[in-house]
């Protein structure tokens, strides 16, 4: 097999899994809506004017619709105080059409995410970044799991089936990625490393993984030679860098053309976690709806 086609097996295809699990959420949708008059809704609260939250919140709303849920907008100018967001929060939680409630992160400087976060009803937080949702995760209970680390483990199940036993190292360790993933992984049986901005011998650590999940936000730091032949390697980075001709493109945090040489297994960026990400909310506010109505949830949409 020469190189080209290596690459392209190793290649894990988010868009395309994104698509199936929407497929599985709308079919879902449909029935409730068939059987029992029930309609998910999901708002989407955007505070400024940043033009990358712009294209992801246009994306959730266009993809809430195709699905068959309801999309409920909200954006608020860069000015909004703390009060008035959570007043919003409030009245979010208190409407029986919204099953899911989302807060497009990093808000304004002048707002207390923490306090904001807290304002979420944890049965509507969609994201999962509700400190009860944190605990109920932390302590392997049933939780609302955040949406990208929910993601990459449905592709790493579907790529590897079980996950028992094998080494895992997350390099990242944010509230909204590297820490839900290591817990998932924990407890889908891996032996679990957490590196970080302070680990010594980064390269040496992920050349243990079997599994390498990387969210850091440095284009292209992990080097092909890092990667353990076969491993699987979930790249969650998104990076704008400069390309030729003035112009931007997105790259990750793993040197995709080297590493998919050694690798069992990659997602690409763009095409990889992203994608799956978006699915995933679409697929918690289903869940989050079912449970609020106390119906049957989906198969394999959770964790
Ligand atoms: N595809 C998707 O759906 C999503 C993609 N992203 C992308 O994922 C990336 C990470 O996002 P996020 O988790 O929010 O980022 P944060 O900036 O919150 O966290 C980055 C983490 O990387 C660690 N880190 C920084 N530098 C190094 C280094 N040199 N060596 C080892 N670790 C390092 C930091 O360590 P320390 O804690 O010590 O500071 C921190 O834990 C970004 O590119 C973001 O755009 C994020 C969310 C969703
Ligand atoms: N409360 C909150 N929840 C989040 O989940 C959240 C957030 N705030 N703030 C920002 C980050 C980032 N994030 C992404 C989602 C989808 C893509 C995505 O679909 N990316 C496409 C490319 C999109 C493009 O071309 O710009 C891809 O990777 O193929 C990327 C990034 C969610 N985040």
């Known amino acids: 097999m020469n190189i080209r086609e290596t690459t392209l097996s190793a290649r894990i295809d988010g868009k395309a899994f994104a698509a199936d699990v929407r497929t599985h959420v709308a079919d879902h949708v449909a029935e409730l809506n068939s059987e029992h008059g029930i309609t998910p809704g999901l708002a989407v609260v955007l505070v400024g004017e940043d033009p990358a939250s712009e294209v992801y919140v246009r994306n959730k709303a266009r993809q809430t619709r195709e699905t068959g849920m309801t999309g409920f907008e909200h954006k608020l100018s860069a000015e909004t105080s703390q009060a008035d967001l959570l007043a919003l929060l409030a009245r979010l939680n208190a409407d029986p059409a919204v099953h899911g409630i989302l807060v497009q992160?990093?808000?304004?400087?002048?707002?207390?995410?923490?306090?904001?976060?807290?304002?979420?009803?944890?049965?509507?937080?969609?994201?999962?970044?509700?400190?009860?949702?944190?605990?109920?995760?932390?302590?392997?209970?049933?939780?609302?799991?955040?949406?990208?680390?929910?993601?990459?483990?449905?592709?790493?199940?579907?790529?590897?089936?079980?996950?028992?036993?094998?080494?895992?190292?997350?390099?990242?360790?944010?509230?909204?990625?590297?820490?839900?993933?290591?817990?998932?992984?924990?407890?889908?049986?891996?032996?679990?490393?957490?590196?970080?901005?302070?680990?010594?011998?980064?390269?040496?650590?992920?050349?243990?993984?079997?599994?390498?999940?990387?969210?850091?936000g440095r284009p292209g730091m992990i080097k092909g030679d890092w990667i353990k032949p076969g491993a699987t390697v979930i790249d969650v980075g998104i990076n704008r860098i400069e390309a030729e001709g003035g112009k931007?493109?997105?790259?990750g945090d793993v040197d995709f053309d080297a590493a998919a040489r050694v690798a069992g297994a990659i997602t690409p960026v763009p095409g990889g976690v992203g994608p799956m990400t978006i699915a995933c909310l679409l697929s918690n506010t289903l869940t989050a709806c079912c449970r609020a109505h106390g119906l049957p949830e989906p198969d394999g949409l959770t964790a």
């Open 105 to 216: 992160l990093p808000l304004p400087r002048h707002i207390d995410t923490e306090a904001v976060l807290a304002a979420i009803d944890p049965a509507k937080d969609v994201d999962g970044f509700h400190i009860s949702n944190v605990g109920l995760l932390g302590t392997g209970q049933k939780a609302l799991v955040p949406c990208t680390p929910l993601g990459c483990l449905m592709m790493l199940r579907d790529r590897l089936g079980s996950l028992k036993g094998l080494n895992a190292v997350v390099v990242g360790r944010s509230n909204i990625v590297g820490r839900p993933m290591a817990q998932l992984l924990l407890r889908d049986d891996c032996t679990v490393t957490v590196a970080h901005r302070h680990s010594r011998d980064l390269a040496e650590i992920c050349r243990g993984a079997d599994i390498l999940v990387v969210a850091v």
């Open 248 to 251: 931007t493109r997105l790259v």
